[in-house]
């Protein structure tokens, strides 16, 4: 009886401790921190959040298939780039952001032809992309910060729909796609089924190329309309925009229970992730802490949940022999 409990009490742990660690540090620096709690700061904190949070949704979508993105930086940096050079050669911004959104999808399909039809290992391909991505960020700025297109843009990165920012319901909704997606469709199941086992999920008929094609689309869609969104938010085109962006979402995507095995994690958990390192990031920085050792702490935050989730891996592995 005590065993049952035990394991119970475990599972629960184990299921929701993303969910606790949020309102421990939110009520931590509460109260450690002046004006944490207060409502300008809590605004400012989800809009920071937003823009990793957007690539979570993505980044999930692809480390569930056993996969992993690193494009995510260079996506944001060349989509944002390349919407406001759009604008200043006089496409109209809508025009000039669906065309920025479409060069982040083509670019997630590309990471997907590398990764599935030449076998390119997904860190490797992705890395490799990333690194072209921020050399043509360079070249279409010539290494500096576009501005002049038109300010009204700038409320997708710093407006309000009544009390809440903009970037917030953007997140809001792509979250809510996410968790439609992969939780009420077919497809998802394909995506939990390659993550589980390649190999089985070939053998039953299910087309994994095609499966790899959509996870990271969709990835470069998401990085592509943070992009737009960070544009919107600075008020200007910034080759160095999304810069070590990939290490936080991964963190994030990780803490909130996405296995980097593949196969398993539910999204609805990924949002707490983002939450802790959007905590972490603005309650050290009101607290004075350096950027150096909030670099180590977000070192150690994605050592601890990479080994959390390998040790939650290793159990389940015991507990089925």
Not at 138 to 162: E, H, R, S
Request: proline share 2%.
């Amino acid at each position: 009886m005590k065993k049952t409990v035990d394991f119970r009490l475990g599972a629960f742990v184990s299921k929701y401790a993303i969910v606790l660690i949020t309102f421990v540090l939110f009520g931590y620096f509460s109260f450690a921190a002046q004006n944490f709690f207060s409502v300008s700061n809590v605004a400012n904190l989800l809009r920071q959040v937003s823009i990793n949070g957007i690539c979570a949704v993505g980044m999930a979508c692809v480390i569930l298939t056993g996969g992993i993105d690193l494009t995510v930086g260079g996506i944001i940096g060349v989509s944002g780039v390349m919407c406001a050079y759009l604008m200043l050669q006089g496409v109209y911004p809508i025009i000039a952001s669906l065309i920025s959104l479409l060069i982040g999808t083509l670019i997630g399909l590309f990471n997907a032809f590398l990764i599935s039809k030449i076998r390119i290992a997904p860190m490797i391909a992705t890395m490799g992309v990333n690194t072209a991505l921020r050399g043509v960020a360079y070249l279409v700025t010539d290494g500096k910060a576009i501005f002049g297109f038109p300010t009204w843009y700038n409320n997708i990165g710093q407006g309000y729909v009544g009390p809440i920012p903009i970037p917030v319901i953007i997140m809001a909704v792509v979250f809510l796609a996410g968790v439609i997606f992969l939780s009420r469709t077919r497809f998802s199941r394909h995506i939990y089924g390659v993550g589980g086992n390649e190999e089985v999920a070939r053998l039953s008929g299910i087309n994994v190329a095609r499966v790899k094609m959509v996870v990271y689309g969709i990835a470069g869609f998401c990085s592509a309309l943070a992009g737009l969104v960070m544009l919107g938010r600075v008020s200007s085109g910034q080759p160095k925009a999304g810069d070590g962006y990939e290490m936080d979402i991964i963190t994030a995507t990780v803490m909130g229970g996405v296995s980097l095995t593949g196969g398993e994690g539910k999204i609805q958990f990924v949002i707490f992730g983002v939450l802790v390192i959007g905590i972490l990031s603005n309650g050290m920085t009101m607290l004075g802490v350096s950027d150096y050792w909030q670099r180590v702490v977000k070192g150690l935050v994605l050592i601890l949940a990479v080994g959390f989730d390998r040790y939650i891996q290793y159990k389940k592995t015991q507990d089925e022999r």
